[in-house]
C-alpha cells in the first residue's frame, strides 16, 4: 500500500483538544455495542483510529479482526496498546476481501472518513452472517453545541466541516435524517438508533467547567434517548432481507 492515508496520523497520537471528546465517545460506543450483542464469535471491525474501541473489542472471547488503511496509524496504534492482541490487516475497505463470516461488523466513526459511505455499506452485508449485525456510529452535524453555535450566530452552517475535522480526514457530517437515509439505500433496516454523549457546549468551555467524571458518564447516559442532539449517532443495523417482520 501506498500510505496515502498516513497524513492523519497526527490526529490519532493525543496532542489534540478533541481527545477529551474523543475518548469520551470512542469508549462509550464499543460497550453499548458489547451490551447489544453478547459473546460474538468474530467481530469484523473498520478502522483503528484512536485505538480505543479495539482495544475494548480485543477484550472480548471471539475473534476480533480489525482493517485499517494507514501503515502510520498501524504503527502508532502499537506503539500505544502493545499488549493488544485483535488481528489487525492493512488494507482499504474498498479493497478488502474474505470468505469468512461475522457475527458483527462495527463502523466506528469511519463513513465519515470513506469517499463512499454506501459503497462501503453495501460491500460489507456480504460478510454479515446468517442473523449477523451491523453498527454504524457517525458524528452528528446536529449535536446541540453546534445548533447553539447556529442560533447564536456563531456557526452559518452546521454541517460545515472544520479545520479539525480536515486533519481528521473527516469528508461529511451526518444527521439522524442523513444516516437513516443512507442505510435504507444500501438496503439495511434500523433495529435500534441511539445517542452517543450529549455535549450542550464546545470542547473548551466544557473543560474549563472541570466537570466531575459522573456528570460526563450522565452527558452518555442522557445522550442514549436523543440522538438528534447527541454527538455521535450509533444505529443498529440489519439486512432488510434479515430483519425482523
Same mark, same amino acid.
Given at each position: @500500500? ?10 490519532? $497520537? ?32 473498520? +478502522? ?12 472480548? !472471547? ?5 482493517? #485499517?488503511? !494507514? ?9 500505544? /496498546?502493545? =499488549?493488544?492482541?485483535? #488481528? ?8 478488502? =476481501?474474505?470468505? #469468512? ?25 456480504? /460478510? ?6 451491523? /453498527? ?17 450566530? @456563531? ?37 435500534? &438508533? ?9 470542547? !473548551? $468551555?466544557?473543560?474549563?467547567?472541570? &466537570? ?9 447516559? @442522557? +445522550? ?11 444505529? $443498529? ?9
Amino acid at each position: @500500500m501506498n500510505g496515502r492515508l498516513d497524513v492523519h496520523v497526527a490526529a490519532y $497520537q493525543g496532542k489534540n483538544i478533541y481527545d477529551f471528546d474523543n475518548e469520551i465517545a470512542l469508549t462509550w460506543y464499543p460497550k453499548r455495542i458489547a451490551h447489544a450483542v453478547k459473546d460474538p464469535r468474530a467481530v469484523l471491525d473498520l +478502522g483503528l483510529g484512536h485505538g480505543f474501541a479495539t482495544e475494548i473489542f480485543s477484550d472480548g !472471547s471471539g475473534r476480533h479482526v480489525v482493517l #485499517e488503511g !494507514s501503515p502510520a496509524v498501524i504503527q502508532n496504534f502499537k506503539l500505544r /496498546f502493545p =499488549d493488544n492482541k485483535s #488481528e489487525v490487516i492493512e488494507t482499504y475497505f474498498e479493497e478488502f =476481501d474474505t470468505d #469468512e463470516r461475522f457475527d458483527l461488523i462495527v463502523m466506528g466513526f469511519v463513513l465519515e472518513h470513506v469517499d463512499d459511505p454506501l459503497l462501503i455499506l453495501n460491500r460489507f452485508r456480504t /460478510f454479515l452472517a446468517p442473523a449477523g449485525k451491523l /453498527f454504524v456510529a457517525v458524528p452528528n452535524a446536529e449535536v446541540m453545541n453546534r445548533r447553539l453555535g447556529h442560533l447564536a450566530g @456563531m456557526l452559518p452552517d452546521m454541517e460545515a466541516l472544520s479545520e479539525n475535522d480536515r486533519v481528521l480526514g473527516h469528508k461529511r457530517y451526518f444527521t439522524v435524517d442523513t444516516l437513516t437515509t443512507l442505510v435504507s439505500d444500501a438496503g439495511y433496516t434500523i433495529e435500534k &438508533l441511539e445517542g452517543i454523549y450529549l455535549k450542550p457546549f464546545a470542547t !473548551s $468551555q466544557i473543560l474549563s467547567l472541570n &466537570l466531575d467524571t459522573k456528570i460526563i458518564q450522565a452527558l452518555c447516559e @442522557m +445522550g442514549i434517548e436523543y440522538p438528534e442532539l447527541s454527538c455521535g449517532i450509533l444505529a $443498529q443495523l440489519a439486512p432488510v432481507d434479515a430483519a425482523r417482520p
